[in-house]
C-alpha cells in the first residue's frame, strides 16, 4: 500500500528567491521518531529537448555551469513557471538555444532530478520536422552548439562526457524510442 509515512510537524523558510525556496522540515519520521529534513522547492519546471533531423542527428548545447566549476554538453534545456504551459516553454527554450522550430512535438518523459532533497520536476520532448533560424541566447548564456548523430551523444552519455542527469535520462530514452 502506498502511503505517506513522514508527519510534517512544522516548516520553517530559510531561504528564497525568483528560482528555488530552501525550507527545513521538523517531521516524525516513519519510526515515529523527531528529526529534520531540508527540501529545496523549484519555482519552475526543467525542461530539456532532443531535436532530431530527418538524418537522425541531434543538437547540443556545451556551457560552463557555475554550480559545478566546470563545462557542461547537454541537450537544450530550460525551466518554465510552474502553471505555463510546459510544451511552449520547450519551444521558446529550444528557439533561444539552438535556433530550431519543430513541427512535430512528442513527450519522451517525466523525471525526478534528485528527489531526496528536492522536489525539481522534469520533462524531456522530442523534437522533429526541424527548421533553422537565428538563436536568442539569454543575457547569462555563452553558449556552444553542437550538431551530431544521436549516437555519438549516447556514446558521449556511455563515456562520461555527458553528466546532466536530464540529459543522460533523454539522450536514453529518445535512442530507445527511435531505434538506435
Known amino acids: 500500500m502506498e502511503h505517506n509515512p513522514w508527519k510534517t510537524l512544522k516548516i520553517k523558510p530559510i531561504y528564497n528567491n525568483p528560482w528555488i525556496r530552501l525550507e527545513e522540515h521538523d517531521v516524525l519520521n516513519p519510526a515515529g521518531k523527531e528529526g529534520i529534513y531540508g527540501k529545496v522547492h523549484f519555482?519552475?519546471?526543467?525542461?530539456g529537448i532532443i531535436?532530431?533531423?530527418k538524418n537522425g542527428n541531434t543538437w547540443l548545447v556545451g556551457q560552463y555551469r557555475?554550480?559545478?566549476k566546470e563545462y557542461s554538453w547537454e541537450i537544450p534545456m530550460g525551466g518554465g513557471?510552474?502553471?505555463?504551459?510546459?510544451?511552449?516553454?520547450?519551444?521558446?527554450?529550444?528557439?533561444e538555444e539552438t535556433g530550431l522550430v519543430a513541427e512535430k512535438w512528442t513527450e519522451l518523459l517525466r523525471i525526478h532530478t534528485s528527489n531526496s532533497v528536492t522536489d525539481e520536476e522534469g520533462f524531456v520532448y522530442l523534437a522533429?520536422?526541424?527548421?533553422?533560424?537565428?538563436?536568442e541566447f539569454e543575457e547569462t548564456e555563452v553558449l556552444q552548439i553542437k550538431k551530431l548523430p544521436l549516437q555519438e551523444?549516447?556514446?558521449?552519455?556511455?563515456n562520461?562526457?555527458?553528466?546532466?542527469?536530464i540529459s543522460i535520462a533523454g539522450i536514453l530514452k529518445a535512442a530507445r524510442v527511435l531505434g538506435l
Open 160 to 165: 562520461g562526457e555527458i553528466t546532466d542527469a
Open 81 to 95: 513557471p510552474i502553471g505555463q504551459d510546459l510544451l511552449e516553454s520547450a519551444k521558446r527554450e529550444l528557439k
Open 128 to 135: 522533429e520536422d526541424l527548421t533553422q533560424l537565428d538563436t
Open 66 to 68: 557555475y554550480t559545478l
Open 51 to 53: 531535436p532530431i533531423d
Open 43 to 47: 519555482k519552475n519546471k526543467a525542461m
Open 153 to 158: 551523444a549516447v556514446s558521449m552519455v556511455m
